[in-house]
């Protein structure tokens, strides 16, 4: 079945600083792509979906990279704030319609120091 | 916008105790998952169900019973709580099972076993 690898575990950078986390996964027929953001405490919300089609997808503070050729996916903040501190989740699945449940990644935990 | 309650949201349980938690939505999804969260190990799929009584195994199920008597609501139980075993449940819903589909998550029952 699918597999997920997310790397770092833990990040910490300062304020103003880029932060990156990346995903990488095996099933070359995955095709949605999910980041997720877990505030202490909290459950998971999503930050984007992405689709199989669309190599870059930038959101508020943060782009998401989609390689399919290398199977990785990456979420870049570009000015990370101590606000964007969380745990952050990647997550994949196979295409619509039929028992397709996405696989989580193992979480990266972001520390952002003021 | 809708909301997942999760009850309780703390759980103190002792060896060997059968211990319930509960999970309700008002979204109207069909899908409702049960995860568990271990520090280092992300999310892993216990039980999901794509609709009332219906019941699928996750790939951590062993320990584990669901119900879903409702399309509300979504239960787990832990048969037999394992001694010091501490670990995060989230429950989750979406409109359906499509894989592209994303997830709604409740901020989760912290349990914790003497």
């Known amino acids: 079945g699918e597999q997920v690898e997310q790397r770092p575990p833990h990040l910490s950078v300062r304020e103003g600083d880029s932060a990156v986390i990346i995903c990488t996964y095996t099933?070359?027929?995955?095709?949605?792509f999910f980041w997720y953001k877990q505030e202490p405490g909290a459950g998971l919300q999503l930050l984007m979906k992405v689709f199989s089609s669309t190599e870059i997808n930038e959101g508020q503070g943060f782009t998401v990279l989609l390689n399919k050729k290398d199977k990785q996916l990456s979420l870049n903040l570009t000015a990370a704030h101590p606000g964007d501190s969380a745990v952050y989740f990647c997550?994949?699945?196979?295409?619509?319609?039929?028992?397709?449940?996405?696989?989580f990644g193992k979480g990266t935990s972001l520390v952002v120091h003021p | 916008g809708g909301i997942i309650t999760q009850t309780p949201k703390f759980l103190i349980g002792q060896e060997g105790q059968k211990l319930t938690l509960k999970c309700q939505q008002n979204?109207?999804?069909?899908?409702m998952y049960w995860y568990r969260q271990d520090s280092g190990k992300g999310l892993r799929l216990i039980y999901y169900s794509i609709t009332e009584n219906d019941l699928q195994k996750g790939d951590l199920s062993e320990g584990y019973d669901a119900s879903r008597e409702k399309k509300s609501s979504f239960s787990l139980t832990v048969t037999s709580a394992q001694k010091n075993e501490m670990a995060v449940f989230l429950c989750?819903?979406?409109?359906?099972?499509?894989?592209?589909?994303?997830?709604?998550f409740g901020h989760g029952t912290k349990l914790s076993v003497l």
């Open positions: 979204f109207n999804h069909d899908t």
């Open positions: 099933d070359p027929n995955s095709y949605y």
């Open positions: 997550a994949v699945s196979l295409t619509s319609g039929g028992n397709y449940k996405p696989t």
């Open positions: 989750a819903s979406s409109i359906a099972q499509g894989g592209g589909e994303r997830l709604f």
